[in-house]
């Protein structure tokens, strides 16, 4: 099965548990070193290519980013005891984005909750300067089942995505 069929799965077995959304990202830059945090899914692009995550514009995260693009995202799922490990490049799209970019910050702001949206002191009539959505590109999945046979695959785009199995 491939990655984006085993991640939806995923997801839907596990959309009563908020926590499901969590990721955790790992970022590096010079200044800041290696750090990792949790943040939240904010969904797909339509191919499934992409993922995004919003965040403020003044933060370790975004100024790391800005410097190193890469990152690696982890994400558990403990009632299917899955992993995903994501290695991503992200682009940070802010209030100065143009064309399809400003689209998808627009886009990902109307799908926030009130109470997200508040944690960015909005007034009423523009999206917030500070807001910040982050597009990761995903470039490799490396997929982790612990089943009764514990189980690991690696997917890259070079192969199509297709499968590799590797031994645990
Ligand atoms: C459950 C949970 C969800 C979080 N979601 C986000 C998020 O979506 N975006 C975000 O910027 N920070 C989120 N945070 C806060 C970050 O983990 C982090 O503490 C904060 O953004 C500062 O990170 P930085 O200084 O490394 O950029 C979340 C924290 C928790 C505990």
């Not at 007034?123 to 500070?130: C, T």
């Given at each position: 099965m491939i990655w984006k069929q085993r991640l939806a799965r995923s997801l839907h077995l596990s959309r009563s548990k908020p926590e499901s959304r969590y990721m955790q990202l790992a970022t590096y830059c010079e200044v800041n070193g290696v750090q990792n945090r949790t943040v939240v899914f904010r969904g797909f692009n339509h191919s499934g290519t992409q993922l995004y995550f919003v965040s403020e514009k003044d933060c370790d995260k975004v100024r790391s980013l800005y410097c190193h693009p890469q990152a690696e995202i982890a994400w558990y799922f403990a009632k299917t005891r899955e992993q995903f490990r994501l290695a991503v490049d992200c682009s940070i799209i802010g209030e100065d984005a143009l064309a399809e970019e400003a689209n998808c910050r627009q886009r990902v702001w109307d799908r926030l909750s009130a109470s997200a949206r508040n944690s960015f002191r909005p007034?009423?009539?523009?999206?917030?300067?500070?807001f910040i959505v982050s597009i990761c590109t995903i470039k490799q999945v490396d997929y982790l089942h612990l089943g009764q046979i514990h189980e690991r695959y690696l997917y890259q785009p070079s192969t199509s995505w297709k499968e590799q199995q590797i031994p645990v």
């Open positions: 007034n009423h009539d523009e999206i917030p300067a500070n």
